[in-house]
C-alpha cells in the first residue's frame, strides 16, 4: 500500500495540471521544481493550497503537479482544481464541502475571441458620422 497514490486532472483557462497525490508531509512539487520556486506570488501558492486546507489534509499528502499551458494564474486555478478532484478520490464524503466551496466546478472563462474587421474582442475602431 506504499505505492498508493490518487491522480486527477484539473483545468483552467488554457492550462491543464495532472496532478498526483501521494501519502506524505505537505511538500508541493510543480514541473519538478518546488511551488516556492515556481509561483513566486504569495496569492497563487494560497490558492494551490485552498483545498488542502479546507479539507485539513495538508500534512497527510505530497502533491507532484505537472502543468502546461496558459499563464501563471491559470495554471494555479488548475492545480487547484486537480487537487480538489483527486481528493474526491481518496474520500468521497469531501465531495460535499469542495463543492461548496466551488472547488469542483471547472471555471469555463475563456479569453474571446477577436472579431475580424476590428481591434479585438470588444474592442471597435471608432465611429465617425461625418
Same mark, same amino acid.
Given at each position: $500500500?506504499?505505492?498508493?497514490?490518487?491522480?486527477?486532472?484539473?483545468?483552467?483557462k488554457e492550462s491543464v495540471a495532472r496532478v498526483f497525490l501521494r501519502p506524505g508531509k505537505g511538500a508541493v512539487q510543480v514541473n519538478d521544481r518546488t511551488f516556492e520556486d515556481y509561483f513566486p506570488n504569495d496569492v497563487l501558492k494560497m490558492v494551490i493550497r485552498q483545498p488542502l486546507q479546507l479539507t485539513e489534509t495538508v500534512e497527510k499528502f505530497d502533491v507532484v503537479a505537472l502543468v502546461e499551458g496558459g499563464g501563471s494564474a491559470g495554471q494555479a486555478g488548475a492545480i487547484r482544481h486537480g487537487i480538489a478532484r483527486a481528493l474526491?478520490?481518496?474520500?468521497? !464524503?469531501?465531495?460535499?464541502?469542495?463543492?461548496?466551496?466551488?472547488?469542483?466546478? /471547472?471555471?469555463? /472563462? $475563456?479569453? !474571446? /475571441?477577436?472579431?475580424?474587421?476590428?481591434?479585438g474582442a470588444r474592442a471597435r475602431f471608432q465611429f465617425s458620422k461625418r
Amino acid at each position: $500500500m506504499t505505492n498508493l497514490q490518487y491522480q486527477a486532472v484539473g483545468r483552467r483557462k488554457e492550462s491543464v495540471a495532472r496532478v498526483f497525490l501521494r501519502p506524505g508531509k505537505g511538500a508541493v512539487q510543480v514541473n519538478d521544481r518546488t511551488f516556492e520556486d515556481y509561483f513566486p506570488n504569495d496569492v497563487l501558492k494560497m490558492v494551490i493550497r485552498q483545498p488542502l486546507q479546507l479539507t485539513e489534509t495538508v500534512e497527510k499528502f505530497d502533491v507532484v503537479a505537472l502543468v502546461e499551458g496558459g499563464g501563471s494564474a491559470g495554471q494555479a486555478g488548475a492545480i487547484r482544481h486537480g487537487i480538489a478532484r483527486a481528493l474526491c478520490l481518496f474520500n468521497g !464524503e469531501l465531495r460535499g464541502a469542495l463543492k461548496k466551496a466551488g472547488l469542483l466546478t /471547472r471555471d469555463s /472563462r $475563456m479569453k !474571446e /475571441r477577436k472579431k475580424y474587421g476590428q481591434r479585438g474582442a470588444r474592442a471597435r475602431f471608432q465611429f465617425s458620422k461625418r
